[in-house]
């Protein structure tokens, strides 16, 4: 692939860019996202936006779950928290699917049912899943792309002659090719050990699906042994016989875990067999208080509760569970969260650019000769850049304009949301491919207009205008989610400004006679 | 100054002959596929040494990590190497005997249990 090293990774760093940049800019641009998926779902789900409590009561919240569900073999409850409000309960209903719904947390009332995915079921699985269950395909092509920004990053640094130099240079006056490759290395070089960290720690929370033989060769073959030992997955069966008594008070298992964990709150509470004399309950430590995603349980018996068992990680366990924690950030740290965003950001930017750079200077010679690469490529970046920017704001108006209940060819909202998602970013691609030249300005102006009707829309549709949404605490998501909106429209208005004025430099004379027509 | 644009620099040789496109999609196989076989292997069978001396879920888990990392430094290797010879022998048979090994020996020797 090369006469040295560098070359062959030259090569290496070029093509794994061009072939699977696509992919890694849709796992970086959600992934970014979803580091505010929850104040996202406060957005699309104005039912939720209540005001912040840690108080809860018990028996309101088992007797919405009997209503809900009365013959379910578990009721999980993630109890609220500063960044969602509610509990939410999931469940199996009497069709046999996994669902939940969401409960005020001191009434136990029923919120309506929410007819979206919104960011912590659409935005946040897309990242690690692209929604594509067959046979786990989604997980495999994100751990393809994961492996793949690892060697890009190791082969990118390789070929570096002056990394040091690269902290410190942009020299955006210059010419394209020559400015976008020093956006691409400065994103790149800053934010490396982020990208680095990232990228391997999101593959080390899949080991189980990604190296599923090296898991279970100590246990010659048996996955669910391993599970119950490293995860402290406890399960009893059911006796058959109903319970004879109620459960015991939820209250006092909460208390005696969190005695257990030195005060640290739980933040899952699940009921096994709730209607059964073997009732057992599952209380699930936090993980809003540190890095580590810990999978620490208490388990009560439900109806005298007593422990049952306790489970806490072993230390090499207890390492992946502090680089998951690290990688999922369920922590509370509002400067890190940001931090975090900007970050990826910055890593979708290193894509673009790279992109940028790999066209640029093969423009004029694919013209010459007649190569297609460059305008098959050109579409694919446009689509898979500005596209998916595009197709996730008309996901956020499709929210905002579809009425309650609507169904759609047997689709229901939370489907059609979705399907506006796939459809506008498939039409993105086609848009590049129809109109190169134009494209970029053309899905920037989109990005601009679709941004701020957003705002409007919520604002209409919820009355949470920004003025009102800045002056009360709970509404800050839904002021956060609107403010970034206003602050990307206005980028892309720029940058499509700028395109243009670029366009009129470079083909005076096509406009001119443009005018006179 | 140097020309920074070095790599990837267009040329007119990166035209595909039947010839350079196999041996491109044999190192793309070798690589991702032997190489994944390879490091899945070694971490199986380090696993499984080590879980006589730690529990076999922390034994599991530290070599599933690892792999990631083996799985890295072998498809850099891959498109490092120039003589193809050599990946055949590493990531194709090597891998093979790695995988395989790693699969048969518990049912061999008895599975050790945590």
């Given amino acids: 692939m090369g006469d040295t090293f560098r070359e062959s990774m ?179 070089v800053l934010a490396l050990p982020f990208h680095f960290v990232m990228a391997l720690s999101g593959l080390i929370i899949f080991i189980a699906i990604y190296f599923p033989a090296v898991i279970s060769s100590a246990y010659d073959g048996d996955r669910a042994a391993f599970y119950k030992e490293a995860f402290g997955i406890y399960r009893t069966n059911t006796s058959g016989e109903p319970a004879s008594q109620s459960l015991a008070p939820l209250d006092d298992m909460v208390a005696e875990a969190s005695r257990r964990w030195n005060g640290e709150p739980p933040q899952l509470v699940r009921v096994w067999h709730p209607n059964d004399a073997e009732a057992y309950v599952e209380v699930r430590h936090s993980v809003k208080k540190s890095v580590s995603y810990k999978l620490d349980a208490v388990y009560f018996d439900g109806i005298m509760g007593a422990v049952l068992h306790e489970h806490s990680s072993g230390p090499v366990v207890s390492v992946q569970r502090f680089i998951a924690g690290l990688h999922f950030i369920q922590f509370e740290h509002w400067p890190l969260r940001w931090i975090y965003f900007v970050l990826g950001l910055s890593g979708c930017v290193m894509i673009a650019t790279g992109y940028i750079y790999w066209l640029e200077t093969r423009r004029k010679r694919h013209a010459a000769q007649g190569l297609p690469g460059v305008r098959i490529v050109e579409g694919l970046t446009v689509g898979s850049v500005s596209g998916i920017v595009i197709a996730t704001l008309a996901f956020f108006v499709a929210n905002r304009l579809l009425p309650f209940d609507t169904s759609f060819v047997g689709q229901d909202r939370a489907a059609l949301e979705v399907w506006a998602f796939y459809l506008v970013w498939l039409v993105t691609f086609a848009h590049a491919w129809a109109r190169p030249g134009r494209a970029w300005r053309e899905q920037c102006w989109t990005i601009a207009g679709l941004a701020v009707l957003a705002v409007v829309l919520n604002a209409a549709t919820t009355g949470d205008h920004l003025v009102r949404s800045l002056a009360h605490r709970h509404l800050w998501p839904v002021a956060g989610m609107d403010l970034l909106l206003l602050a990307g429209a206005a980028v892309a208005l720029l940058i499509a400004l700028r395109l243009a004025r670029r366009c009129r430099a470079v083909h005076p004379s096509q406009n001119a006679l443009k005018a006179a027509e | 100054m140097k020309s920074p644009t070095h790599f990837a620099k267009p040329n007119n040789s990166n035209r595909f002959s039947p010839a350079s496109s196999w041996r491109i999609t044999q190192r793309l196989l070798l690589a991702i596929v032997g190489g994944y076989f390879t490091a899945a292997g070694i971490a199986a069978l380090m696993a499984l040494a080590l879980s006589r001396v730690m529990p076999p879920s922390e034994a599991g888990t530290l070599m599933a990590m690892l792999a990631f990392v083996i799985y890295l430094a072998l498809l850099l290797w891959a498109f490092a190497e120039r003589r193809s010879a050599r990946l055949w022998w590493v990531l194709g048979l090597g891998g093979a005997l790695a995988f395989g090994g790693a699969e048969m020996l518990p049912a061999l020797t008895g599975a050790p249990r945590g």
């Fill in chain 1, 10 to 188: 030259g090569w290496l760093h070029t093509w794994a860019g061009v072939v699977l940049g696509a992919l890694l800019f849709a796992v970086f641009w959600t992934g970014t996202l979803s580091v505010f998926d929850k104040e996202i779902d406060r957005w699309m789900m104005p039912e939720t936006r209540l005001a912040a409590t840690d108080r809860l009561s018990w028996p309101p919240l088992l007797d919405t779950a009997r209503e809900l569900a009365p013959d379910a073999p578990f009721w999980s409850f993630f109890l609220p928290s500063e960044r969602v409000p509610v509990v939410r309960i999931f469940y199996r209903n009497s069709a046999g699917d996994f669902t939940f719904r969401d409960i005020e947390p001191r009434t136990g009332a029923l919120l309506p049912d929410a007819g979206t995915l919104a960011g912590t079921r659409f935005i946040f699985p897309f990242h690690y899943s692209l929604h594509l269950r067959w046979n786990d395909l989604g997980y495999w092509l994100v751990g393809l792309a994961g492996m793949a920004t690892l060697v890009l990053l190791v082969s990118g640094v390789v070929i570096h002659r002056k990394i040091f130099m690269d902290f410190f240079t942009f020299r955006p006056d210059r010419k394209l090719p020559r400015s976008s490759l020093d956006l691409h290395n400065l994103t790149g």
